[in-house]
């Protein structure tokens, strides 16, 4: 039940065109999706996040939508650019401690995106 | 933000020794986390730790293997003990800044490459 499942593995795009990467949950305590971005060599670092209050949050050219009764949750990556190509994690976590912090984070299988130019 | 840092960046080590990683924030945090990094795979934590009490593992971890120190608000250690191959990973420091204008956000180190010979 603590399981993220995101979709595609990898995903092939073509400079200028839209990025769509899928994740579903089954945990419904889950209460805030991150998602995160990896170039290699380096740490995760947070993109853009939501929580179950609103459908969609936009960010420049990022977008998260979430549909809280379907339990899943995309990323879009508008106008999609080479320096884009990364591994993409979405994660989960549930409030803990009293209500103060998010506690862990249970991510994604990661998708790897290639823009080509 | 948080700034952190880990040591060592990597590491090559024989099999049955130990190794020690250092995560060190720019700022006071309460929750820091460890995570592991298997290549080209997501990330799955380790353990939680909470300044002034026992490192909370997660299922699979034990504190044998993977001691944990937090002596204090900015910095951390995990240790690798008697390593074999099946240890190679990258192992990653993250810690939350609860209540952020955003809200919780969790902040990842560049992480600490380890092969095992």
């Known amino acids: 039940q603590q399981q993220v499942k995101q979709s595609p593995q990898s995903l092939i795009v073509q400079k200028g065109g839209i990025s769509i990467i899928n994740c579903a949950y089954e945990?419904?305590?889950?209460?805030?999706f991150p998602w995160y971005q990896q170039f290699p060599g380096k740490g995760p670092a947070l993109l853009i996040a939501?929580?179950?209050?609103?459908s969609e949050k936009k960010e420049g050219r990022f977008t998260i939508s979430f549909n809280k009764s379907a339990k899943q949750f995309s990323l879009h990556i508008m106008d999609s650019q080479p320096g884009d190509s990364a591994t993409y994690f979405c994660?989960?976590?549930?409030?803990?401690?009293?209500?103060?912090?998010?506690?862990?984070?249970?991510f994604g299988q990661g998708t790897i995106l290639t823009v080509h130019p | 933000s948080a700034v952190i840092s880990q040591k060592p960046s990597r590491d090559i080590c024989q099999r049955g020794t130990s190794l020690t990683i250092q995560c060190q924030v720019d700022?006071?945090?309460?929750?820091m986390f460890w995570y592991r990094q298997q290549p080209g795979q997501s990330l799955t934590l380790i353990a939680t730790?909470?300044?002034?009490?026992?490192?909370?593992?997660e299922s699979g971890f034990v504190i044998d293997k993977f001691p944990i120190s937090r002596p204090n608000l900015t910095f951390s250690t995990l240790t690798v003990s008697n390593m074999s191959p099946e240890d190679s990973s990258i192992y990653l420091c993250?810690?939350?800044?609860?209540?952020?204008?955003?809200?919780?956000?969790?902040?990842f180190g560049a992480g600490t490459r380890l092969s095992v010979l």
């Open positions: 993250s810690v939350e800044k609860p209540w952020d204008p955003q809200g919780g956000i969790q902040y």
């Open positions: 945990n419904t305590a889950f209460d805030y």
């Open positions: 939501i929580r179950p209050d609103v």
């Open positions: 994660a989960a976590s549930s409030l803990v401690s009293g209500g103060t912090s998010y506690g862990k984070l249970t």
């Open positions: 700022s006071q945090v309460t929750m």
């Open positions: 730790a909470n300044q002034g009490s026992e490192a909370t593992y």
